[in-house]
């Protein structure tokens, strides 16, 4: 799987859109951007994932950029319950099953009030 | 709640001594993952199952780890003479054949004095 690149640490203030970047420049074309997101002490949750079109659901939108080399995930309109680390993963799909995921360090993610 | 759960949710355990954790996929689901946390890092993946079948190992999963999931539904990670290495949280994610994200329980902590 291709390795990602997160910025250690964000900030961003509570009502605003946090908008976290990764960059996977050696993505290949069957692979899967995935974000999980993971609050203290608990399970890693599952946010949203993409392959080349731009993806949004009830938590997060994803903006995969046309080369697929980096993408960045979005959260609209943030609240303290965000903070987290945010962890951006590439995936591919080993023949007749799935491989785990490989996390590097995330993003922590620090909502402000 | 019908999400992966995990028990126990805490274990101190002394040196030498061996662990056992459960976990129970989201049901339906075929495939049952394993992944080890330690402080400050991202999860790192030890084993996997499709159905009854282990079918990938990572290097981490020492000889003194076996994990079984005997009726392809929940599944046990036995540490035997553990050590103050194991201490770490152990997470458990399921996925489904057609879907293939994964989703994680809430982990087990491990201490060992």
């Given at each position: 799987?291709?390795?990602?690149?997160?910025?250690?640490?964000?900030?961003?203030?509570?009502?605003?859109?946090?908008?976290?970047?990764?960059?996977?420049?050696?993505?290949?074309?069957?692979?899967?951007?995935?974000?999980?997101?993971?609050?203290?002490?608990?399970?890693?949750?599952?946010?949203?994932?993409?392959?080349?079109?731009?993806?949004?659901?009830?938590?997060?939108?994803?903006?995969?950029?046309?080369?697929?080399?980096?993408?960045?995930?979005?959260?609209?309109?943030?609240?303290?319950?965000?903070?987290?680390?945010?962890?951006?993963?590439?995936?591919?799909?080993?023949?007749?099953?799935?491989?785990?995921?490989?996390?590097?360090?995330?993003?922590?993610?620090?909502?402000?009030? | 709640?019908?999400g992966v759960?995990?028990?126990?949710?805490?274990?101190?355990?002394?040196?030498?001594?061996?662990?056992?954790?459960?976990?129970?996929?989201?049901?339906?689901?075929?495939?049952?993952?394993?992944?080890?946390?330690?402080?400050?890092?991202?999860?790192?993946?030890?084993?996997?199952?499709?159905?009854?079948?282990?079918?990938?190992?990572?290097?981490?999963?020492?000889?003194?780890?076996?994990?079984?999931?005997?009726?392809?539904?929940?599944?046990?990670?036995?540490?035997?003479?553990?050590?103050?290495?194991?201490?770490?949280?152990?997470?458990?994610?399921s996925?489904?054949?057609?879907?293939?994200?994964?989703?994680?329980g809430?982990?087990?902590?491990?201490?060992?004095?």
């Amino acid at each position: 799987d291709a390795k990602t690149t997160q910025p250690p640490s964000m900030d961003c203030a509570e009502g605003r859109a946090a908008n976290l970047p990764c960059n996977h420049s050696t993505i290949s074309g069957n692979e899967y951007v995935y974000w999980y997101r993971q609050i203290h002490s608990q399970g890693p949750q599952y946010i949203i994932h993409g392959l080349k079109n731009n993806e949004t659901n009830e938590m997060a939108s994803l903006i995969i950029t046309e080369d697929r080399k980096s993408s960045t995930l979005i959260l609209p309109h943030a609240t303290l319950r965000d903070t987290a680390v945010y962890y951006c993963i590439v995936r591919g799909y080993s023949g007749g099953g799935a491989d785990g995921l490989t996390f590097g360090k995330g993003t922590h993610l620090i909502i402000q009030p | 709640d019908t999400g992966v759960s995990q028990d126990p949710r805490h274990k101190i355990t002394k040196r030498g001594q061996n662990v056992t954790f459960r976990c129970d996929p989201i049901s339906e689901h075929n495939r049952l993952y394993w992944y080890r946390q330690t402080l400050g890092q991202g999860p790192e993946f030890l084993t996997y199952f499709q159905n009854e079948a282990q079918l990938e190992k990572s290097r981490l999963l020492s000889d003194r780890f076996s994990a079984e999931r005997p009726k392809g539904s929940f599944s046990t990670l036995e540490i035997q003479r553990t050590e103050q290495g194991d201490s770490a949280m152990y997470l458990c994610a399921s996925s489904s054949g057609l879907e293939e994200t994964q989703y994680f329980g809430p982990g087990t902590r491990l201490l060992v004095l």
